[in-house]
């Protein structure tokens, strides 16, 4: 059973990417974080009763416009999703969501995006790839993502492991 088709169901390196979390009342919570080697862009979805139909409603939430809100989980895995992919959601916590990719060079706005956190089921998103130690050499994650867990405890504080290793204990706010 196809729950979503594929963005490009001819593309051989098209890699999705995917989450599951039960929302209130029971209903399931599906992200998908899909995408290739460009065209079309990566993005993310997400469906609020993947079991209501088949295939399932899925929303798109990204936006190729720096101006929209949905610009922070656009293009993540920049043509390398088939080696730097995630996304995560942690158990208890459906509209918390955590998408991984590769660095965006070249963007003056951003702190690389390569670790995107939504506290608002997807809808934005803060750059979590560098942190706020210093202007001009924060300490920051590797370019290549692979994939993160967070403690059960505290759904801010994650473990993230990417081309450099394994990075251990970070912890944002989440509001």
């Not at 995917?18 to 929302?23: D, G, I, K, R, S």
């Not at 590769?102 to 750059?127: C, H, Q, W």
Request: aromatic fraction near 10%.
């Amino acid at each position: 059973t196809v729950l979503k088709a594929a963005l490009n169901a001819a593309d051989i390196n098209m890699r999705p990417e995917f989450a599951v979390t039960t929302l209130a009342g029971g209903r399931t919570r599906m992200y998908v974080y899909e995408g290739s080697t460009g065209n079309p862009t990566a993005r993310l979805f997400r469906s609020d009763d993947v079991a209501a139909a088949v295939p399932a409603a899925f929303a798109t939430l990204s936006s190729a416009d720096p101006a929209n809100v949905g610009y922070g989980t656009h293009n993540l895995c920049t043509g390398q999703c088939v080696y730097d992919n995630f996304v995560h959601t942690p158990a208890g916590h459906p509209d918390v969501v955590y998408i991984g990719g590769s660095y965006s060079y070249g963007e003056a706005f951003s702190n690389k995006r390569g670790v995107v956190l939504s506290t608002d089921g997807g809808v934005s998103a803060t750059d979590m790839t560098m942190d706020a130690t210093d202007i001009y050499y924060p300490n920051g994650l590797h370019p290549d993502q692979h994939a993160l867990v967070t403690n059960p405890s505290n759904p801010s504080q994650f473990f993230e492991v990417n081309d450099g290793g394994g990075v251990s204990p970070r912890q944002e706010r989440c509001h």
